[in-house]
T-cell receptor
């Protein structure tokens, strides 16, 4: 069984369109994340949710709106897509970090978004 | 603010040779440190982690890493590299608040 799954795996769309990427984890984790990996493979955190509440929001354009209907799902909706949004988007999950325990993250396979 | 530096963008080693990937971090408190590996077209997989205790940690696939507080380093090592180790390697530091910061990655190429 896949621990962290994302759909779709590939997404090709035109500039200006609105699209969504879905993420689900079956690990029982409380915290979920969205990362963006650009063409140089730099990995940057975008958002983090803990029990459906937003806890990390990096400087991401407000065209990006995460939504967490429950703690097992974290979807990413992107409005008015731009060329620069082309990247691989990774979802991840972890347990709530405990003091002295850090937070190992489990990653999904990624969604490759191409904006034409 | 926490940060991670991986000084080597690309490393090439021969199969069977030893490997060391460098990682330097900046964090104000006791760091939680991780190494992840990303195979082509895949997500990231945890290799090993350090929270406290023994500064030499063992991971999967024969990897190990040593935490050196005095040098703010957490270098990854493997005594004998296999062709299947060719991948992108990321070092990360995490805070208690749950935020992880990743280095820019090191691409490992393995020559036959």
């Amino acid at each position: 069984d896949t621990a962290v799954s994302q759909t779709p795996k590939y997404l090709v769309t035109q500039m200006g369109n609105d699209k969504s990427i879905k993420c689900e984890q079956n690990l029982g984790h409380d915290t979920m994340y969205w990362y963006k990996q650009d063409s140089k493979k730099f990995l940057k955190i975008m958002f983090s949710y803990n029990n459906k509440e937003l806890i990390i929001n990096e400087t991401v354009p407000n065209r990006f709106s995460p939504k967490s209907p429950d703690k097992a799902h974290l979807n990413l909706h992107i409005n008015s897509l731009e060329l620069g949004d082309s990247a691989v988007y990774f979802c991840a999950s972890s347990q709530v970090p405990l003091a002295g325990a850090g937070n190992e993250q489990f990653f999904g396979p990624g969604t490759r978004l191409t904006v034409l | 603010a926490q940060s991670v530096t991986q000084p080597d963008i690309h490393i090439t080693v021969s199969e069977g040779a030893s490997l060391e990937l460098r990682c330097n971090y900046s964090y104000g408190a006791t760091p939680y440190l991780f190494w992840y590996v990303q195979s082509p077209g895949q997500g990231l997989q945890l290799l090993l982690k350090y929270f406290s205790g023994d500064t030499l940690v063992q991971g999967i696939k024969g990897f190990e890493a040593e935490f050196k507080r005095s040098q703010s380093s957490f270098n990854l090592r493997k005594p004998s590299v296999h062709w299947s180790d060719a991948a992108e390697y990321f070092c990360a530091v995490a805070s208690n608040a749950g935020k992880s910061t990743f280095g820019d990655g090191t691409t490992l190429t393995v020559k036959p």
